[in-house]
């Protein structure tokens, strides 16, 4: 091919800088998560994996395969065209619908994920609102980021969960529209944003807030709402957005607020308006896991203690824990390379699969292993994990131990 060097050479590079990104062949296995198959290179081997984004298993739910396998024998498979050509159906309707009523906003509007509802949707709020500034936390996911560059507004990042920082640049930019951009539980850290104090400067300097919950919906607050809602803040918050990726354990996601902002969205969004819709299989099985969650609390209970049982084991090993209390539970590494082997040898040696994490891509000195327990873990699982962790340590010995924030 023409052109080809170009190509090569950027892989290499991220090999050179430690980014390069190469994914393991697992088989989660129906009906026994969170236990699944690694195509190894001696052959298929059982592992148990702790880093699923589906932490409740609601991706191997009856009530959620059930709908996705009824709506597929008299739908189809896929959706057969963009929102306003033909791909509107009634579950993808019912399923905004729903949304809705989970965050009590007044409307909701799907993308194929969440990624892109941030990407499109956060960018398209930004370039309807005239001057807007946008104010990012620093940690935001890449799907924010990405959103808020191609928006084309003027941006500032403020210090994570930094409140003084935020408050100093809303007051330095006084007189001009602000969109504050933050997450309620960061994906990397697990850290947990203070909404409450956030909505207090936005509404003291009259800013749009944007709420990413993609790592709070389904578990947090009453029904699965979010953290916003569980800290009874929902109604201050003028967008959330949500994944049905992660605890819903299927695919899509969405952005909720007032009707006339939805209205908007739907014709200012291109990554909205010209793919195809979702799949009605697909919004059946996001359908039947948001109502089961509304209804049925174990598996949250579950995973808030498997998540607790966790964080004291891993802190009575010595094991340097990023404090939080939340569901994502992050061990402090630092070197990139060392933490990829790390994990290379809790797999090849414990059979235990989990991955490190970091902020950025240039970020290869403070590397994390980013542990995600799930409500499906027993406790032979929890204490076996702590034990390969403290054995992994003392093997690889990493000299990186946890910093707090200036915020903190
Ligand atoms: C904070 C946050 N935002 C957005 C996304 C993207 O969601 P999706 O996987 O639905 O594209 C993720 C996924 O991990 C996330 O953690």
């Not at 994990?343 to 000195?365: E, K, Q, T």
């Amino acid at each position: 091919m023409r052109h080809e060097k170009f190509f090569s050479c950027a892989a290499d590079k991220r090999r050179d800088d430690l980014n390069y990104r190469a994914s393991i062949s697992v088989e989660r296995i129906p009906g026994r998560f969170p236990y699944a198959t690694w195509h190894s290179p001696e052959g298929p081997r059982d592992v148990v994996v702790w880093c699923s984004n589906d932490q409740l298993g609601m991706s191997q739910h009856p009530k959620v395969v059930g709908a996705m396998v009824q709506t597929v024998l008299h739908a189809g498979a896929g959706a057969g065209g963009a929102r306003d050509t033909c791909g509107t159906n009634r579950m993808l309707l019912d399923l905004e619908a729903e949304i809705a009523d989970l965050h009590r906003k007044q409307a909701a509007m799907l993308f194929t994920s969440g990624y892109i509802a941030n990407a499109a949707g956060l960018s398209a709020v930004a370039r309807l609102v005239p001057r807007c500034l946008v104010i990012s936390d620093e940690h935001n996911h890449h799907s924010m980021i990405e959103g808020i560059s191609k928006s084309g507004c003027k941006k500032r990042i403020w210090r994570h969960n930094d409140l003084e920082h935020l408050e100093q640049i809303l007051r330095e930019e006084r007189g001009r529209p602000a969109l504050i951009a933050f997450e309620s539980i960061y994906a990397i850290s697990g850290d947990v944003a203070p909404i409450r104090q956030i909505c207090d400067l936005a509404r003291r300097f009259g800013a749009i807030t944007y709420l990413n919950e993609a790592n709070a919906v389904g578990i947090c607050g009453a029904g699965g709402a979010g953290m916003a809602e569980r800290e009874g803040l929902a109604s201050r918050i003028d967008i959330i957005e949500g994944t049905l990726a992660q605890a819903y354990g299927c695919l899509g996601g969405y952005i909720a607020g007032r009707a006339v902002l939805v209205d908007a969205l739907r014709t200012h969004a291109p990554g909205y308006a010209f793919t195809n819709a979702l799949p009605p299989p697909l919004c059946a099985a996001s359908l039947a896991a948001i109502r089961h969650l509304k209804e049925s609390s174990w598996e949250c209970e579950r995973l808030a203690q498997n998540a607790a049982t966790l964080r004291a084991g891993l802190i009575k090993a010595g094991l340097p824990v990023r404090p939080g209390q939340e569901h994502i539970i992050s061990l402090a590494v630092g070197d990139i390379a060392m933490a990829r082997a790390m994990c290379n040898a809790l797999l090849s040696d414990f059979s235990l699969h989990l991955r490190p994490a970091g902020h950025s891509a240039a970020a290869r000195d403070t590397a994390y292993l980013r542990i995600l327990p799930s409500s499906h873990h027993d406790k032979t699982m929890l204490t076996a994990l702590v034990n390969a962790l403290a054995e992994v340590w003392r093997r690889f010995e990493p000299s990186w131990s946890y910093q707090p924030d200036a915020a903190e």
